[in-house]
């Protein structure tokens, strides 16, 4: 079985400009998570879809937003960048998204913003 | 409000020598923990859960509601067992919904 599926690896943009980020979950996983992880505030929660909406969020700003297609797949988006959202972004997919349905995480898009 | 601790950010053992990693955790309701497990260059993936009460690679796991800490333990350290351990929570209700507050992991390192 495939694992969660994360492109692209690696980003290079520039403050202000906008980024999307892709994330191709395990066939019959519906549910799909979004990470932040940076040195000083390691793994931080983003938001979760599941059937193409969004059913939860954390605490970041507006600029930041998703959405999930019918296959399951999800995309990020980061809208007028700044230097701090330079951060390791990973998906992770579950089949539920519920306590009881583990986590299953790529291996992230790396995100460095100039 | 959901808080995870892991006090050590660094641990070192010797192989074969038993390896203990703490976690402690704040959350009003009723928690699900997890440990996942970073190898070097791999993907984070999950080591165990509280709720299968399984003993995954020699390592063990026991909820202890009364001191709210879910320790991470192994008898007899190997060499493979070096990584980066985090401890996470999520509410145990179902309503979630893809969130896993995180600890700021522990590097734990084995040595010959």
């Known amino acids: 079985k495939a694992g969660v599926t994360q492109t692209p690896r690696y980003l290079i943009k520039t403050r202000g400009q906008q980024v999307t980020l892709s994330c191709s979950p395990i066939?019959?996983?519906?549910?799909v998570s979004w990470y932040q992880q940076t040195p000083g505030q390691g793994l931080q929660f983003l938001f979760e879809?599941?059937?193409?909406?969004?059913?939860n969020k954390g605490n970041f700003p507006g600029r930041f937003s998703g959405r999930q297609f019918s296959n399951s797949r999800s995309e990020m988006n980061v809208s007028t960048l700044e230097l701090g959202d330079s951060a390791l972004y990973l998906c992770?997919?579950?089949?539920?998204?519920?306590?009881?349905?583990?986590?299953?995480f790529g291996n992230g898009t790396r995100l460095t913003v100039t | 409000a959901q808080r995870v601790t892991q006090p050590e950010k660094l641990l070192s053992v010797f192989k074969g020598a038993p390896v203990e990693l703490k976690c402690n955790y704040s959350?009003?309701?009723?928690?699900?923990l997890f440990w996942y497990v970073q190898y070097s260059r791999q993907r984070l993936q999950l080591l165990l859960r509280?709720?299968s009460r399984e003993s995954i690679k020699g390592f063990t796991a026991d909820l202890n509601k009364g001191e709210t800490s879910f320790h991470l333990k192994k008898p007899f350290a190997q060499e493979e067992d070096s990584a980066m351990y985090y401890c996470?929570?999520?509410?145990?209700?179902?309503?979630?919904?893809?969130?896993?507050?995180f600890g700021q992991g522990t590097i734990l390192t084995v040595h010959p």
């Open positions: 992770a997919s579950s089949r539920t998204g519920g306590g009881n349905s583990p986590l299953h």
């Open positions: 066939s019959g996983h519906r549910s």
């Open positions: 879809y599941f059937s193409e909406t969004q059913r």
């Open positions: 959350y009003s309701g009723s928690p699900e």
């Open positions: 509280h709720i």
């Open positions: 996470a929570l999520t509410s145990a209700g179902g309503t979630s919904y893809g969130k896993l507050t």
